[in-house]
């Protein structure tokens, strides 16, 4: 249901064959865009477009296209997920773009996420600090205890769901000037650290997943909120406080 | 963990560092102001109220420990700051074609390296000339209102003084070291069009510096709390403009006084 009349837009994206090839932008033309496609359907028919003239599509990440797999990266117009606010770029939609417009469309860019190909990049770094130490270990053997039967402040509930929303998509990484995953990481952190299931590992916790992190390459915070700003589930800078309280304290209290 | 210990040990603890000096600093300019401001009295009472001021300041063993502390805080926060600024560099080899960062941070908060290293280069260059020049340059001296009788570092006046080598001499007689005159030599400076300049542009510098540095620095020892983080970002607002800016008031006001 076509609600508006379509839009006619140049793109400037990112190419690059592999990890070691020199990528640069190419530029498209796209006609009569429906400002009801999300950005992803935008991009499925720029890839169309190119196949017909038998060329090579541009490979990006996609999966569930409803914000919450965290697959879909692309720095939009200066931003990672775009200029909208609380989406990912599969809930982008062309709407937010003007007739005439140049929308350019790169790979997210840190030491730590090297590219694969176009714009896709590797983001495994950040399920390696969740393997550091983003976990709690629960006897699942059968008899395990019902997690409701733990008295959990409601505040604190509903602190840590907010930090377990995030969806590790990078877009912190990609959007801060360090390429820090600082807001990644204190969001781990935070959904134990607020809960009594997560007390017993909190020191190893932290500074276990801060040490990967800085051996995955990603950089320092500089607290210039960029995250906060482009995180798709608003993430808050609350988080990195908290896990630069946890640090400190793991820090001075383990030997 | 054991492998990793030490002063810098991870990117968290260099910024527990930059943010404790960087208080510390915050805490030294609201010092530095306050004495500062007593440059607004004129006169021959305000001239010697500043001198005065200058002997305290370089005579009391408490200013003195803090001073080596301030000077302490000044190169762990460069030396800080720049390894910091390597490893920011460092996590993005390749930028991007195309970015628009003033959507989501202010521009203080992306540019701390360069506005600490004008800050760094005002601070030798102050250091050169007025430190410097106090303590081993050739300053001029204090007499009394009259001009006829040297001062003594606690304000007497010694008649039929002279002066040599820093020190007042009777008959041969060292009667102690002499009062300098960091006043005459303040007010010197401050008739170079140049030096205003400069020290203006260094306060816009330092004042930028503080509009992010001030709040950054509760964020990084991990004070981030909704009911005092708008107190906490209005006081930084505050201080980081009303600060710099007496401070750069004081060589506009000396330059056409
Ligand atoms: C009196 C002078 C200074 C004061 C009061 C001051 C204060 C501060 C404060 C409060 C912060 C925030 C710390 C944080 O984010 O945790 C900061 C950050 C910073 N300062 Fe200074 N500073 C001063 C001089 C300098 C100098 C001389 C340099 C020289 C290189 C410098 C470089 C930096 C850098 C690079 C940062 C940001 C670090 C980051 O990326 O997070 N500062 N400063």
Same mark, same amino acid.
């Given at each position: 249901? &076509?609600?508006?009349?379509? %839009?006619?837009?140049? $793109?400037? #994206?990112? !190419? ?7 990528? +640069? ?84 860019? &840190?030491?730590?996420?090297? %590219?694969?190909?176009? $714009?896709? #990049?590797? !983001? ?7 393997? +550091? ?95 906060? #700003? ?26 | ?257």
């Amino acid at each position: 249901m &076509a609600t508006e009349k379509g %839009i006619n837009i140049t $793109l400037k #994206v990112w !190419r690059q064959k592999n990890g070691q090839a020199k990528g +640069a932008l190419e530029t498209y033309e796209l006609k009569d865009v429906s400002p009801d496609n999300s950005f992803l359907e935008m991009m499925d028919i720029l890839n169309d477009q190119i196949i017909m003239k038998d060329g090579s599509p541009v490979a990006f990440d996609h999966d569930c296209r409803e914000g919450i797999c965290g697959s879909c990266s692309m720095y939009i117009n200066g931003e990672p997920h775009g200029p909208g606010r609380l989406v990912t770029t599969c809930q982008l939609h062309m709407r937010e773009f003007k007739d005439g417009e140049t929308i350019y469309v790169e790979p997210f860019r &840190a030491k730590a996420f090297p %590219i694969i190909k176009d $714009l896709i #990049v590797d !983001r495994s770094a950040l399920d390696r600090i969740q393997h +550091a130490g983003g976990y709690i270990s629960v006897n699942t053997s059968g008899n395990t205890q019902d997690a409701n039967a733990i008295p959990i402040e409601k505040e604190n509930a509903d602190k840590a769901f907010d930090a377990a929303t995030c969806i590790g998509c990078g877009a912190c990484v990609a959007a801060c000037k360090n390429a820090s995953a600082s807001l990644f990481m204190s969001a781990k952190i935070s959904q134990y650290a607020l809960l009594p299931q997560g007390q017993v590992e909190a020191k190893n916790r932290v500074l276990a997943m801060v040490k990967q992190a800085e051996e995955e390459g990603f950089g320092p915070c500089s607290n210039t909120g960029a995250c906060e #700003v482009e995180c798709p589930k608003g993430i808050s800078l609350e988080n990195i406080a908290r896990m630069n309280r946890e640090y400190l304290s793991a820090s001075l209290l383990t030997k | 963990m054991s492998e990793s210990r030490g002063l810098l040990k991870s990117h968290i603890v260099k910024k527990y560092w930059m943010a404790f000096t960087g208080l510390f600093l915050i805490l030294f300019l609201t010092g530095h102001l306050a004495g500062n401001l007593q440059l607004f009295m004129t006169g021959y009472a305000g001239q010697l109220q500043f001198n005065e001021y200058a002997v305290f300041m370089t005579t009391n063993p408490a200013v003195k420990l803090l001073s080596y502390v301030t000077y302490l805080s000044i190169i762990f926060h460069a030396i800080d700051g720049i390894l910091i600024s390597i490893a920011n560099k460092k996590a993005r080899p390749v930028g991007y074609a195309y970015s628009k960062p003033e959507k989501n941070s202010i521009w203080s908060s992306r540019n701390m390296g360069v506005l600490g290293t004008i800050i760094l280069v005002y601070i030798v260059v102050h250091m050169q000339n007025f430190w410097y020049v106090y303590k081993f340059g050739s300053t001029p001296y204090m007499q009394n209102e009259d001009g006829t009788a040297p001062l003594l570092q606690d304000g007497s006046a010694v008649a039929d003084g002279i002066v040599e080598n820093g020190r007042v001499l009777v008959n041969g007689t060292d009667m102690g070291p002499v009062m300098k005159d960091l006043h005459s030599i303040v007010v010197d400076g401050f008739s170079e069009p140049i030096l205003v300049s400069f020290y203006v542009l260094a306060m816009i510098a330092l004042g930028f510096h503080l509009v992010h540095g001030f709040s950054s620095a509760f964020q990084s020892l991990g004070l981030n709390h909704p009911k005092y983080n708008p107190l906490i970002s209005k006081v930084g607002y505050a201080y980081a403009i009303v600060i710099p800016a007496l401070f750069a008031i004081i060589p506009i006001y000396m330059y056409f006084m």
